[in-house]
């Protein structure tokens, strides 16, 4: 089987993030696999083992990426592919990202493709349908259960925390959700293999693109963190006492009331 992950790089939002003219700050900021990713290479390996083929992980991304892809290589993924924007394209989108994967894909032979089902930086969702309606092959959102049988498709999906059971069938597309497995660390002999899988890098010019092709469709106009929580009142003495004194300030301060 030919197996695909997209795998996206994102900021550690457990890390203190800074927000600079509606950029977050890249400098000092942590970076890792999109959570929702790691199930998507966790799932593919899985697969891989048990049906065989390949797992080919790809990002869009600058040079920093490959460290995320070295990553997945450890973890047991068989190739991975950078698409590297970093001299052509300043701003993109998700239309820009689809795009590019949409070329990317153009000439590939596909049976699945894993996504995330969000990335947890900009997390529109939108990465994996996109790409399955331009590929013209089904999806299927937020899995946490998959069973191949030859064509057929057996799938577990979360809808908000009940469960909706798919068939469907190859060529196919998926994007994680948390339970779907527990991601393995990359072991020390894995990394050690990691460094001599192929890593292709592709620029725009590779997939037949030019700037203007993917010329993004949207502007992030602000971004800001939510503001601080200020510490909250602890109410004192008798308690019909404490009772006027909160729907005083439940009507004058916080004019709830
Ligand atoms: C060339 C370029 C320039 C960009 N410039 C800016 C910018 O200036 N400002 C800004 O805020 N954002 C920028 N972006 C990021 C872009 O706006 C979105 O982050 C991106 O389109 C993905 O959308 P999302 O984060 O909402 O992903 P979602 O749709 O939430 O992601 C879902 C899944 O799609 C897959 N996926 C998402 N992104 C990638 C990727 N890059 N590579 C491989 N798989 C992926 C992953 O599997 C992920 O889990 C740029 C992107 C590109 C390609």
Known sequence: MNIYVLLKRTFDTEEKITINDARIEEEGAE????????????????????????????????????????????????????INTEDDLEDGDQYTTVKILEAFFEDKDVDLILAGNVAIDEASGQVGPRLAERLDIPYVT????????GETVQIERDVEGDVEKVDTSLPLLVTCQQGLNEPRYPSLPGIMKAKKKPLEELELDDLDLDEDDVEPKTKTVDIFLPPEKE????????????VKELVSLLR????VL
């Open 31 to 82: 970076f890792i696999i999109n959570p929702y990713d790691e199930y998507a290479v966790e799932e593919a390996i899985n697969l891989r083992d048990e049906h065989g083929g390949e797992v080919t992980v790809v990002t869009i991304g600058e040079e920093e990426s490959e460290k995320q892809l070295r990553t997945a290589l450890a973890m047991g993924a068989d190739k991975a592919v950078l």
């Open 142 to 149: 937020t899995i946490t259960s998959i069973t191949i049988d």
């Open 231 to 242: 510490a909250g009142k602890v109410l004192e003495g008798e308690i019909d006492d404490q």
């Open 252 to 255: 004058n301060e916080a004019k």
